[in-house]
């Protein structure tokens, strides 16, 4: 029995933000392998299991579109959710000094096919297998279910899915080569979450996504 997974994701819009940019959001020319993982989370996650990307599939034609977007500056901090909910008072009045416009360059029309397939890890029990888990996220993924609703980098943008159980479609850049250059690979939290990077390349409609371990730090 196979474990890996073949899934279509797409949407109208997609933002998956440079980290070089600190003031206004630039979206990298594909979906990262992070963002893709965190795809597959959002339908199927368990301690016992660690999602691997294998390669994405690009559908689409590569397209930007330019856009303002409101933003508020400030974050609520927990302390001050408790605090209202104990007096019932209303947190704060959001004035518009709070208000940010900032331009941002994102995709549009994207679809993409995420193979991947998921490892055990240390917090493996006696109850789990890879069959079990199998099972279970074929079957989420073929009914639609997710834990949250997916998304393409931002909350706003959200990403519709399907089980893919034959034949790949055929994308757009099938007979062509892109070279993307440096592209985030995953933020390593364990060290400061620092940033890994790794050079994404199109070939044949298909990014090849490396091992963990084989990835620039």
Known sequence: MGYGFKLKVWGNYACFTRPEMKVERVSYDVITPSAARGIL????????IAWKIDRIHVLNEIKFENLRRNEI???ISQRS??????????IFQIS???RQQRASLILKDVAYVIEAHFEMTDNEGERDSKEKHYAIAK?????????????????????QFEFIE??????????KTVDLGWMLYDIDFKDNMKAIF?????????IEVPDESEVKR
Do not use: V
Request: glycine share 10%.
């Open 139 to 159: 079957r989420r993924m073929e009914k639609g279910q997710c834990y949250h609703r997916p998304y393409l980098g931002c909350r706003e943008f959200p990403a």
């Open 96 to 98: 518009n000094e709070d």
């Open 81 to 90: 959710i408790e605090n209202s909910m104990k007096s019932g008072t209303p």
């Open 73 to 75: 500056g400030n974050k």
């Open 41 to 48: 989370e959002s339908i199927y996650w368990k301690p016992a």
């Open 166 to 175: 034959h034949e790949i479609p055929i994308g757009y850049y099938s007979d």
């Open 198 to 206: 790794y050079r994404a390349r199109i070939e044949k409609g298909i």
